[in-house]
């Protein structure tokens, strides 16, 4: 089978994934309601804690408050990705090493990594991730940077590459069930992790920043693509994330075929 | 050509171990006793296209390890394996389009949503045009006798017609040779006999080719010509359910209805006796001894009825799964 079919095969079957997880979640018309209303109450949350930002006019670790909420924008639209896809997928992955369920998705003649990272799609991230945008668009103009294509282009991809970073060590960390069966909240290191990445690095003390650079990827998770809109990222940093983004998803695909040859499969 | 190639195929798996109460938990934290068990050993058969084999064994003999390294879930240990052309650990899309695994403990359809939305999803996985899609639903839905119930939440189904849909979900893409792990565990007699009519009649119109492993042995007699039947992971008999009766049960039953009550003694020169409440008596007797037995038994006992037949199959195995060992013979 051709390439392009196979492609195509799987945005096919991606389509009917998340078509039957938006049916599932519809299943139920109150907890609908419930998470609906949690949302919207996180929202407000988030945009309280940005109007106490906007009332002063300090800079944060050299970036004034309007760049920082670039920033702030990025790390809201990664949060609500990682509520949409990485926490149900790779939290998912946990469950079905512990009950067994694995087995099902490597019978198919599918790319298996594909599968447990995108079979669910939980729709309550997606208000975050265009609140996330939002703040994005509104952080770049009032900041008075005047980003062109090419900026953007950058930023985009450095987003993108962010994206890819926090997806891939999530994935590792959720496969690494595999040997242990039973690992702690994978989640919660991750969300941390990001958590961390709300505000520019350089906000951050020096011993932190260097960390945040060097052996945590938070920098590269929302402070080079903030600088990437705002055509202030320098080439080595964008060369930096870009070729992290790519050793980090090379690195993930061969930890699962490799924690898929340990694979013992619950027993019956 | 065999289609299924087995040989000298192992699998062992490292287990800890650990004893009760605190002290055993805490010594098990902190040093944890490690032991190797090999779940199959030294395995070797084959299956030609199109035949329906039994896979027999005790609990924990090693069968669903095969069924599992057969499809491809489990890296063998050791040995060679080959199912329909391929290696399946390397579990390549070819392979996995062209065999199924339907494991009775298990499921793979969406919980919340009717049968019929995993069934779209897996048409979509294997690459089914829609109307291919709807032909083959209509015909195993036909053929297993499920209507609306495909329309129904999965959680609302009773467990016969959640198998059964969880049959269509495993067979949908046609394969070609299924693996099926206790698929009627739990269903009562009339959802047992509908999958096996159902199996019958799929294995006659496909030619698909069947490793079924079962607990209920009716299973096995309706559906298997042939059977293998593993212990401690290697292989103790291949060949019919006839062949393994007369092997390992080298003696039949002869039910005897009496005029009188008779004491014990008065059968111990015919052969051992298995059961003896009042008038009614089950003797065992050696086959090659069988008609002079039967002969004096009519001659010196007061015989109203006498029924000669061999032990049922149930029990046969299950004094073999309870002794947990086999003699050689």
């Not at chain 2, 006793?33 to 027999?56: K, S, Y």
Request: glycine share 8%; hydrophobic share 45%; proline share 5%.
């Amino acid at each position: 089978m051709g390439s392009t079919s196979t492609i195509r095969r799987h945005a096919r079957s991606i389509a009917r994934f998340w078509s039957s997880s938006l049916a599932a979640e519809m299943e139920y018309q109150l907890n609908l309601l419930i998470e609906v209303a949690a949302t919207l109450i996180t929202l407000t949350g988030s945009l309280f804690t940005l109007s106490l930002f906007f009332g002063r006019g300090q800079q944060l670790g050299g970036w004034s408050w309007n760049a920082a909420l670039v920033v702030l924008g990025i790390y809201t639209l990664l949060n609500g990705f990682s509520s949409t896809l990485l926490r149900p997928n790779l939290g998912n992955l946990v469950k079905q090493v512990q009950s067994g369920g694995l087995d099902f998705v490597l019978l198919k003649p599918m790319d298996s990594q594909i599968w447990l990272s995108l079979r669910t799609l939980s729709p309550w991230g997606l208000p975050e991730m265009v609140l996330g945008l939002a703040l994005v668009v509104v952080g770049t103009i009032r900041s008075g940077a005047k980003p062109h294509t090419t900026a953007l282009l950058t930023g985009g991809l450095m987003v993108l590459a962010g994206i890819t970073i926090l997806y891939s060590l999530w994935f590792v960390l959720a496969a690494t069930s595999i040997w242990f069966v039973k690992i702690w909240n994978a989640t919660e290191v991750l969300r941390s992790l990001l958590a961390a990445g709300q505000f520019p690095v350089s906000a951050y003390p020096p011993a932190l920043r260097v960390v945040f650079s060097t052996i945590l990827p938070v920098a590269f998770l929302t402070t080079v693509p903030a600088e990437a809109i705002l055509g202030l990222a320098s080439g080595g940093s964008l060369l930096a994330g870009l070729v992290l983004a790519g050793l980090s998803v090379v690195g993930s695909r061969a930890l699962w075929r490799l924690a898929l040859r340990h694979y013992t499969s619950a027993s019956s | 050509m065999a289609i299924v190639h087995v040989q000298g195929l192992c699998r062992s798996f490292r287990v800890s171990e650990k004893d009760p109460g605190l002290a055993g938990t805490l010594r098990h934290f902190l040093r944890r006793r490690v032991r190797t068990v090999e779940a199959v050993r030294d395995l070797h058969f084959t299956i030609e296209p199109g035949e329906m084999v039994g896979f027999l064994g005790p609990n924990g003999a090693g069968k669903t390890t095969t069924l599992k390294m057969l499809s491809g879930l489990l890296h063998p240990s050791g040995g060679r394996l080959e199912v329909a052309g391929h290696v399946p650990a390397r579990r390549e899309a070819e392979f996995l389009r062209r065999i199924t695994l339907v494991m009775g403990q298990k499921q793979q359809l969406i919980w919340d949503l009717p049968p019929l939305d995993s069934l779209r999803v897996n048409a979509a996985v294997y690459g089914l045009d829609d109307r291919e899609a709807a032909r083959r639903i209509s015909e195993l839905a036909e053929m297993l006798e499920l209507g609306e119930e495909l329309h129904r939440p999965v959680r609302k189904l009773s467990l016969g017609q959640r198998m059964k849909a969880e049959l269509m979900a495993a067979l949908l893409h046609r394969p070609e040779v299924f693996f099926l792990d206790e698929p009627t565990l739990g269903l009562d007699v009339n959802a047992q006999a509908a999958m096996r009519r159902f199996l019958a009649d799929y294995n006659r119109r496909h030619g698909a080719t069947v490793l079924l492993t079962s607990h209920y042995m009716t299973d096995i007699t309706a559906l298997c010509p042939r059977v293998l039947l593993i212990h401690a992971g290697s292989l103790f008999h291949d060949g019919s359910l006839e062949q393994l009766t007369q092997r390992l049960a080298p003696r039949r039953e002869v039910r005897l209805e009496l005029a009188d009550t008779l004491p014990d003694s008065a059968f111990s020169g015919y052969g051992e006796i298995e059961s003896c409440s009042g008038r009614d008596v089950r003797l065992l007797v050696d086959r090659d001894r069988l008609t002079t037995v039967v002969g004096r038994l009519l001659a010196d006992l007061p015989v109203l009825d006498l029924e000669v037949r061999d032990p049922p199959i149930e029990d046969i195995i299950g004094r073999l799964f309870r002794q947990g060992s086999i003699e050689q013979p």
